[in-house]
C-alpha cells in the first residue's frame, strides 16, 4: 500500500515538473517570436495596411533603417517608474513587429541612458530629450531612425499619445527614407498670400495685407506655391492642393483639380456657405452681409456628396457668445460653432454618443476647441469604391438655417430653432478609387464658344484621365473662415514686434492634415490606437431618457404656469384706466409674481434632485457591473475546481 502511494506521488510530482518544463519553453518560445493574438474589437494591437506597406519599402532599399531605442531603466520601483516601464515594454513590442515585417534591412539598437554614461552622450547627439517626471531623475525616453544622412526623431514617447504611437513612429520613418520636402499648391479666391498696398489703396482708405499665419506655417515645413483660381492644370510638382474658398470656380479649374486627382494629387478644400472673410473689403454695405459661399460643385456630385450655401448649421450645444449684439455687447450666436470633444456628463458635453470633433483619426484625436463660425454641412451618400470618415459634427441639437439670416439676425433663429436630432457632418475624409467628374473630357471654355463650334466637326481627342489606378484621399471642410486669421490667432503688438498667440486649435488641424495628406500616402490608412473603453453609453442613454421622461413633466408644468400669470399681468394691465401706471404692479401682479418665483424654485430643486437620484443609480450600476466581471470569472473557475476535486474524491473513495 505504501509503495503504491509512494509511486503516485513520484509520478504525480514528474507530471508537475513535465509540465512546467512544457510552460516554460512555450513562454520562451512564444516570447522570442514577439507573436500576439489580438482578440480586441478595434484591433488596438495590430498593425494597419499603411504601416505595413511603409516597412516593406524598407526591403527595397540599398541602405538600411537604424532605430534607436533610449529607455532609461529606473533603480527605485515607484510607481511613476513602474508605469512607465510597464509602457517602453510596449512600445519594444512593438517595435518588435516593425522588425519582423521590415526585415534585416532595419536595425534596431536599445540604449539605457544612465548619467554620464556613454548611451546618455548618444541620446544627447540624436536629439533625444531628457525629461524629469515626479518620484525619477532624468529620463531619457525617445526613438531616433536614420537612414543615410536623413534623421528623424521622436524626443521623448509621452504616454499620452500612445494611441499616436503607430503613426508617429511610422511618419519617422516614412520622412526618414523620403527625405524631400513635400511641395503643397494653395488655391483661393481670398488674399491668403497678403496683399500688397499701393497708393490707389492707401488714399482709399485700404492698407496692405500679410500674409495669413496658415501659408506663414505651411512654408517652415513645405515647399508652398501658389495656385491661380483659372489654372487649367495643377503643376506636376504638387503633392498636395489646398483649395480655400473656391468662390465661382470655373469647370476648366475644377477639371484641373479633377485630373489631379486621378493622377495621385492629395485634396484638401474649405468650402463655405457664408464667407466671413470674403465680406466686401472696402464696401460697408457687402460688409454688413455675407461675402456668399462656395463649393466644388461637378466634383462634388460625382463623389455622391452635397454641399448647400445656402444653408449653415446652427447647434445650440455648441453656440458661441459673439460681440455682435447691440453695442457690440456679446449674444449667443447659435450658427458660430465651438467644437469640443466633452464627454458626457461633463458640461457642454454634445448629446450624441461622439464628440464633435473625432478621437478615431490621427488628424483630429489630440485636438480640441475648433471655431467654425456659419459652417455649411455635408450630405449624401459616397459613391460605390470611396468611404467616408467624419473628422468634425455638429451635435443632435441643431438644424439647418438660411445661410443670410443667420448672419443677420441670432435672435431669430434662437426664437425659431426647432432641433432636428441628426449629426450634420462639418468635416469630412473620402478615400477610395475616386472616378472623373469629367466623363467627356476637358469641359469647353466658354470664350471659345465661336471658335468650338466652328471646329464642331472636327473630333475631338479626349486624353483625360477616367479613374485613379490607387486608392486616394480627399478631405473636405463647410467653412474657409476657420483659417481666417481674425478667427485663429490672437495678435498683441510688442516693442520687439508682433506676437501672435493661438485661439483655438484651428491651425493645428490644417497643419495636422496637410501633414498627414502630403506625406507618404500610406500614412493616411495608419489609424490612430483605439481607445480601449467601454463606456455604458446604452445604459446612460437609456437612464437619461427615463429621468428626461420623469422631470419633463415638471418642467412644462412650470412654463404653463409662467404662461398663465404672463397672461393675467397683461390683462390686468389692460384693464388700468391711468395709462402712467401701466408699469406699477398691483398686489395682485405682485402675488402672481411671487407665486411664479416659488414655482420656478420648487421645480428647480426637484429637477436637480432627480438628477442626483440619476447620477447615483448610474454610479451603482457601475460598480455593480464592474464587480459582477472582476468577480464572476474567478468565482465560476473555483467553483468548478471544488466540483471536480469533490466528484473525483467520491470516485476515489468508492474504489
Request: hydrophobic share 40%.
Amino acid at each position: 500500500m505504501q509503495k503504491k502511494s509512494l509511486e503516485t506521488i513520484l509520478y504525480s510530482t514528474a507530471g508537475i515538473v513535465v509540465m512546467l518544463v512544457i510552460i516554460i519553453a512555450i513562454n520562451f518560445i512564444v516570447g522570442a517570436s514577439h507573436a500576439r493574438l489580438d482578440l480586441t474589437q478595434e484591433k488596438a494591437y495590430t498593425l494597419s495596411a499603411g504601416t505595413k506597406a511603409i516597412l516593406r519599402q524598407i526591403k527595397d532599399l540599398d541602405t538600411p533603417v537604424t532605430l534607436r531605442f533610449y529607455f532609461t531603466q529606473a533603480e527605485s520601483a515607484t510607481p511613476e517608474s513602474v508605469f512607465l516601464k510597464g509602457y517602453a515594454q510596449r512600445v519594444e513590442d512593438l517595435i518588435s513587429e516593425y522588425k519582423m515585417i521590415a526585415g534585416s534591412k532595419l536595425k534596431v539598437e536599445k540604449y539605457d541612458p544612465q548619467p554620464d554614461s556613454d548611451a546618455e552622450d548618444t541620446a544627447r547627439l540624436d536629439a533625444i530629450e531628457a525629461k524629469q517626471l515626479p518620484g525619477l531623475e532624468r529620463v531619457y525616453f525617445g526613438i531616433s531612425v536614420k537612414c543615410a544622412d536623413e534623421a528623424q526623431t521622436l524626443p521623448f514617447l509621452d504616454p499620452d499619445r500612445e494611441r499616436l504611437l503607430e503613426y508617429d513612429l511610422s511618419r519617422a520613418i516614412s520622412r526618414a527614407i523620403k527625405p524631400e520636402k513635400p511641395t503643397v499648391g494653395i488655391m483661393s479666391a481670398l488674399p491668403i498670400f497678403g496683399a500688397p498696398s499701393n497708393p490707389m489703396m492707401m488714399q482709399m482708405g485700404q492698407q496692405g495685407s500679410e500674409p495669413w499665419t496658415l501659408v506663414t506655417e505651411l512654408k517652415n515645413d513645405f515647399n508652398v506655391k501658389r495656385v491661380e483660381m483659372e489654372t487649367d492644370k495643377i503643376p506636376d510638382d504638387v503633392h498636395l492642393l489646398l483649395v480655400i474658398h473656391p468662390k465661382e470656380i470655373s469647370d476648366k479649374a475644377q477639371y484641373a483639380i479633377d485630373q489631379f486627382i486621378m493622377r495621385g494629387g492629395k485634396l484638401v478644400a474649405y468650402l463655405d456657405a457664408q464667407c466671413v472673410a470674403d465680406r466686401g473689403r472696402g464696401n460697408q454695405m457687402m460688409q454688413a452681409m455675407g461675402g456668399g459661399g462656395s463649393s466644388l460643385d461637378k466634383l462634388l456630385k460625382a463623389w455622391g456628396v452635397e454641399f448647400d450655401t445656402g444653408k449653415v448649421v446652427a447647434d445650440m450645444r455648441y453656440k458661441m457668445r459673439v460681440g455682435r449684439g447691440e453695442n457690440g455687447e456679446p449674444e449667443d450666436q447659435p450658427a458660430w460653432l465651438g467644437l469640443t470633444v466633452a464627454q458626457k456628463g461633463e458640461a457642454g458635453a454634445a448629446k450624441a454618443d461622439h464628440p464633435a470633433i473625432s478621437r478615431d483619426d490621427v488628424a483630429t484625436s489630440q485636438i480640441n476647441n475648433v471655431w467654425v463660425p456659419l459652417c455649411g454641412a455635408f450630405t449624401g451618400t459616397p459613391k460605390d469604391g470611396l468611404k467616408e470618415t467624419v473628422l468634425l459634427e455638429s451635435s443632435t441639437d441643431s438644424q439647418l438655417v438660411d445661410a443670410m439670416l443667420a448672419n443677420i439676425s441670432a435672435q431669430n433663429i434662437t426664437k425659431e430653432f426647432k432641433p432636428s436630432g441628426v449629426n450634420y457632418k462639418l468635416g469630412i475624409r473620402l478615400t477610395g478609387k475616386f472616378k472623373t467628374a469629367f466623363p467627356n473630357g476637358k469641359p469647353e471654355d466658354k470664350k471659345d464658344d465661336k471658335a468650338a463650334a466652328d471646329k464642331k466637326d472636327e473630333k475631338k481627342v479626349d486624353d483625360s484621365l477616367k479613374e485613379c489606378k490607387t486608392d486616394n484621399a480627399v478631405v473636405l471642410f463647410g467653412d474657409a473662415d476657420m483659417l481666417y486669421d481674425p478667427f485663429t490667432v490672437r495678435k498683441i503688438g510688442t516693442p520687439f514686434g508682433q506676437f501672435a498667440t493661438l485661439m483655438n486649435a484651428n491651425l493645428t488641424l490644417a497643419q495636422n492634415v496637410v501633414e498627414q495628406m502630403s506625406g507618404d500616402s500610406n500614412l493616411i490608412a495608419v489609424r490612430s490606437r483605439a481607445t480601449i473603453s467601454r463606456p455604458f453609453d446604452k445604459v446612460l442613454a437609456d437612464k437619461e431618457k427615463k429621468a428626461r421622461e420623469r422631470y419633463q413633466a415638471e418642467i412644462n408644468r412650470l412654463e404653463e404656469s409662467k404662461n398663465e400669470a404672463q397672461r393675467k399681468i397683461s390683462e390686468m394691465q389692460s384693464q388700468k384706466k391711468d395709462k402712467n401706471q401701466q408699469f406699477i404692479l398691483s398686489p395682485e401682479q405682485q402675488a402672481e409674481l411671487v407665486k411664479l418665483q416659488k414655482d420656478a424654485g420648487e421645480t428647480g430643486k426637484r429637477v436637480r434632485q432627480l438628477q442626483k437620484d440619476l447620477h447615483k443609480e448610474i454610479l451603482g450600476f457601475e460598480t455593480w457591473t464592474k464587480w459582477v466581471n472582476i468577480l464572476v470569472v474567478p468565482f465560476a473557475v473555483t467553483l468548478s475546481g471544488i466540483t471536480i476535486a469533490v466528484v473525483k474524491r467520491r470516485k476515489t473513495a468508492a474504489k
